[in-house]
């Protein structure tokens, strides 16, 4: 299992420090990661920035810091708009397409994208049959490249693993694979050894990073107490100390066959706040809890 770490992490959302595409490859390497994932949209590695200078320029940073891009992370929701006139899903279709591209020129296998958001604008099956042409399109122009489309089970569509799993059915493109993540099924109460055994032959690439769930309650001053508010909070903690089964959920993977690669990221406000330093540690603190207890 190769271990790899997101530019995400350090593109300066959430209140996180900041680094360049060719100052995170540094970190990375530095850190002791076999590969990164790099952001595909500004500020890091948008398309519309993207020219054959900066391709060289990363390819040279990979190659000095002797690291691999593996993953090129894109951004969609193929629930497209009311605005029926706008081809978002056309947009959305070309925008993977030169991600695969761009994977391509950087030696990295795999575009990982979403499904889409529920809309109230169309029909449950609707929706879904929207979402897999849009995919269907997507894996046949990256595998002009060469490049595997991993699925992640982020957006609405397709979240749970059965839906997922047939989702990927009826795509029905062999480079059409999964990332399978744990936090997804850990909130939503899936079972997460069986998941990702069950998950594990289809799956590519797989994002991580560990949480806790902070309860809520608003107070109501008629009753002179508080109301349960659903759901909770959540935020992230190094890996390893939040609530999500991860020796469950990678042994359930590896049980069932998984030999892809496994991401970190920090995609959110982290505890210890943004600070470089601590951004550091968390992304050591996943090596080490990975090489410890499954390496």
């Known amino acids: 299992m190769k271990l790899c770490l997101f530019s995400v992490s350090y593109a300066g959302f959430w209140g996180q420090h900041a680094l360049s595409l060719n100052e995170f490859i540094a970190q990375s390497a530095k850190l002791g990661y076999d590969s990164v994932m790099l952001m595909g949209k500004r500020p890091h590695l948008a398309p519309l920035d993207t020219s054959p200078q900066l391709i060289e320029s990363i390819k040279g940073a990979l190659e000095q810091h002797q690291i691999k891009c593996a993953i090129i992370g894109g951004y969609t929701d193929f629930a497209g708009s009311a605005a029926t006139e706008v081809p978002l899903i056309e947009l959305q279709i070309q925008y993977v397409q030169q991600l695969a591209q761009i994977a391509s020129q950087l030696g990295a296998s795999t575009v990982r994208i979403f499904t889409a958001y529920d809309s109230p604008r169309q029909t449950p099956q609707a929706l879904w049959n929207q979402t897999v042409t849009a995919l269907q399109e997507c894996c046949d122009r990256a595998a ?61 690439i797989t994002t991580n990073a560990d949480y806790i769930k902070l309860p809520r309650f608003a107070y109501q001053p ?18 390893g100390t939040g609530f999500i089964d991860y020796s469950a959920f ?6 069932g066959g998984f030999k892809g690669i496994a991401t970190y990221e920090m995609c959110s406000p982290l505890r210890g706040g943004g600070s470089l330093d601590n951004l550091n540690a968390y992304a050591s603190e996943y090596l080490t809890w990975m090489k410890t207890h499954l390496l």
């Not at 990678?250 to 049980?255: N, R």
């Open 222 to 239: 008629e009753f002179i107490n508080y109301q349960r508010q659903e759901p909770d909070l959540v935020r992230a903690v190094k890996f």
């Open 144 to 204: 002009e490249y060469d490049v595997t489309v991993a699925v992640q089970n982020h957006h609405d569509v397709g979240v749970h693993s059965d839906a997922l799993l047939e989702l990927l059915f009826d795509i029905d493109r062999p480079n059409c694979k999964l990332g399978f993540d744990a936090w997804s099924p850990a909130l939503r109460g899936e079972n997460l050894f069986d998941a990702a055994r069950k998950m594990a032959p289809h799956t590519a």
């Open 250 to 255: 990678f042994h359930g993977l590896k049980e």
